[in-house]
């Protein structure tokens, strides 16, 4: 059986436990070495073979996982949620062409250690209720309806992946497209992982702050970094719901 996994943002143990077992009792395990944290493999039992994707084609890697035994457990294990820039669609069908099973194990994705790294909220009352998750068009373009400045016209807030390396393009382009100059911004690198590291700043400024920064990173944009926003009326003593009657 062949199992798709989510690796989790980094940090070892943000794996989720389906993840970790399976890993415990694969035979095969192909991961995507530039991603993922190779300290997970010490979920895998002595004699596993491991192999990094890095270099690896689409071909080679279906070609392994079409050669494991029907009865073993293969692993695919991709970094945070692999339904978010995995490119896995391209897999999963090669697989159903030649007849075999496998299943996806969701992960945590780097989107959500993010906001944990800044204790944040994306979804405050009163300042934004839609995240919008995209990227900056480079050597893989992207719809013209999906631009960076067509986004950026929601005024939502955004988590931009594989962007960190054309920051100045980005935040130019968030700018033309609406985003006030300053707007806070923030960009984290390596989110969960023991070299992770926060900067933080405006649209105006963040490019400067962060120029060291070039992959690894998400690009957060949006009032839910500032100081502003209105309480939920979940806990308002005035607001009634199925589970509470509103004090008079």
């Known amino acids: 059986m062949i199992y798709f ?22 035979e095969l395990v192909i991961y995507a070495g530039s991603l993922v944290n190779p300290a997970l493999l010490s979920y895998c039992r002595e004699g596993t073979r491991c192999l990094n994707s890095a270099s690896m084609t689409l071909e080679q890697v279906i070609g392994e996982l ?15 949620d692999p ?17 075999l099973r496998y299943e996806v ?32 068009a480079g050597r893989t373009p992207v719809p013209q309806r999906e631009s960076i400045r067509t ?10 992946f594989l962007s960190a390396g054309m920051l100045s393009e ?42 060291h920064i070039r992959k690894t990173a998400l690009v957060l944009i949006g009032g839910f970094l500032g100081d502003a926003y209105e309480h939920s009326r979940l806990y308002d003593p005035s607001f009634s719901h199925s589970c509470r009657e509103a004090e008079t």
Not at 68 to 74: F, H
Not at 109 to 132: D, H, M, N, R, W
Not at 193 to 198: A, C, D, G, V
Request: aromatic share 4%; with cysteine; charged share 15%.
């Open 5 to 26: 996994i989510g690796a989790g943002p980094g940090a070892e143990d943000l794996i989720t436990v389906r993840g970790a077992r399976l890993l415990a009792q694969a």
């Open 66 to 80: 079409a050669a494991c035994p029907q009865k073993a457990i293969a692993v695919r294990l991709h970094t945070g």
């Open 83 to 99: 339904s978010i820039y995995g490119a896995i669609r391209e897999q999963m069908d090669a697989l159903d062409r030649l007849g």
């Open 105 to 136: 194990v969701p992960g945590v994705s780097s989107l959500f250690a993010a906001a944990a790294a800044l204790k944040a909220e994306y979804t405050l009352p009163g300042v934004s209720q839609s995240v919008i998750i995209s990227r900056m």
């Open 151 to 160: 986004l950026a016209q929601h005024g939502s807030t955004m988590a931009l």
């Open 170 to 211: 980005l935040c130019a382009e968030l700018m033309a497209g609406g985003y006030a100059p300053n707007t806070p911004a923030a960009v984290v690198f390596k989110a969960s992982w023991p070299e992770q590291e926060i900067v933080r700043g405006t649209l105006a400024t963040i490019a400067g702050r962060a120029s």
